[in-house]
């Protein structure tokens, strides 16, 4: 686990971090974005050691990265954006350079013959790192950081350079290594980042203003919490079952957009997911669910609301908590939309509205 406590890191007069807090949990997969400046990369080389703060404290896995760096260093695998290769060594030359730097203790040629599997370059092994293209050179970074199978990887870019397959591939890799590895992914490939992380952390001008799952975060800026569903049922049969859903408070009625089903868009009270009960409710009742797509805002949508203008709320965006001033915002925003939309509502959805709410192996 990395527990980062009150990090604040000055340059003179100017705050780099400006007192941020967070934890990254066992097998948890965070993304960590901000824009240019914002103290993204500060943050990442505190966590790894290269750089010293001000105050608070880097706690990996209980170990304080400040006070014993050598020995937190050795949990972690960090892929610098530009990663950190010798052009004239061969990847075999390469790797095992770094498999002594790091004073592994696994059998080398069985654990780098494991490592490059991994991450696909066994066959490119004895060719100098020069002559690699983008996309391998990104791999042999990777595989650098794998080396002595650390509990934490840090990843900064890690699919630059490569092309659609490849970047699926890595994909797939860094949620294969989130069962036995903590991992830290920045990226600006924003659709990336919403694909592999199941949590989202947001930085600008040295202080976090978002950390929550891209659910979450995309219920409380946009302030709706709803799903378009396309059944194929009797209409008024489907909307009186609909509302006797738990959490359920408006449903309108969108019409046949295909022959024999209705489009419905329900909405329902903030933080309940009801589509495990709404996939119950219609397989019991025999009426084919043809479509469901949800309200969320894209990643990029979350990026930009949180980070333009200039201001910093005074709390982040959490799964507990929401800033004043970006809630008053929210708010507006809202009642202006919702004042042009015709919504069906139930006579009965009164009392609905009161519901409760390490071994060698990678």
Not at 99 to 114: D, N, T, V
Not at 169 to 179: D, F, G, N, P
Not at 286 to 302: A, F, K, M, Q, V
Not at 317 to 342: C, F, G, P, R, V
Request: hydrophobic content about 35%; charged content about 25%; some cysteine.
């Amino acid at each position: 686990m990395i527990k980062v406590s009150h990090l604040t890191k000055q340059y003179g007069e100017k705050f780099a971090l400006n007192d941020i807090s967070f934890q990254v949990n066992d097998g948890e997969i965070l993304g960590f974005l901000g824009p240019n400046g914002a103290g993204k990369s500060t943050t990442m080389n505190i966590i790894t050691g290269y750089l010293s703060s001000n105050k608070g404290t880097v706690n990996i896995n209980g170990i304080d990265v400040l006070e014993k760096p050598l020995e937190a260093k050795k949990l972690i695998g960090y892929l610098p954006e530009m990663p950190p290769l010798y052009q004239d060594m061969t990847v075999n030359e390469y790797l095992r350079f770094v498999y002594g730097l790091k004073k592994c203790k696994f059998p080398r040629e069985a654990h780098l013959e494991e490592v490059c599997g991994l991450v696909r370059i066994q066959n490119v092994r004895n060719r100098l790192i020069r002559n690699l293209s983008k996309g391998f050179k990104q791999r042999v970074g990777i595989a650098q950081a794998l080396i002595g199978n650390p509990d934490v990887l840090i990843l900064d870019e890690p699919t630059v350079g490569l092309d659609p397959k490849q970047i699926i591939e890595i994909r797939t890799l860094i949620k294969h290594l989130s069962h036995k590895h903590t991992v830290i992914l920045s990226s600006h490939i924003l659709p990336e980042v919403q694909s592999v992380c199941e949590r989202i952390v947001i930085i600008n001008q040295g202080c976090i203003v978002a950390d929550d799952t891209p659910t979450g975060l995309s219920e409380k800026i946009s302030g709706e919490h709803r799903l378009t569903a396309r059944i194929a049922g009797p209409e008024e049969e489907v909307r009186e079952a609909l509302y006797d859903l738990s959490g359920v408070q408006k449903i309108l009625s969108l019409g046949e957009h295909e022959k024999g089903s209705i489009d419905w868009q329900i909405e329902s009270r903030m933080g309940k997911d009801i589509r495990r009960e709404l996939f119950s409710l219609l397989a019991k009742k025999n009426w084919p669910l043809l479509s469901l797509t949800t309200g969320e805002l894209s990643l990029e949508d979350i990026f930009l609301r949180v980070t333009s203008g200039g201001v910093v709320p005074s709390a982040p965006l959490t799964s507990k908590s929401i800033s004043n001033e970006t809630s008053e915002k929210i708010e507006e925003e809202n009642s202006s939309k919702q004042a042009d939309e015709s919504v069906e509502e139930s006579p009965a959805n009164e009392s609905n509205k009161e519901d409760t709410p390490h071994g060698s192996d990678l």
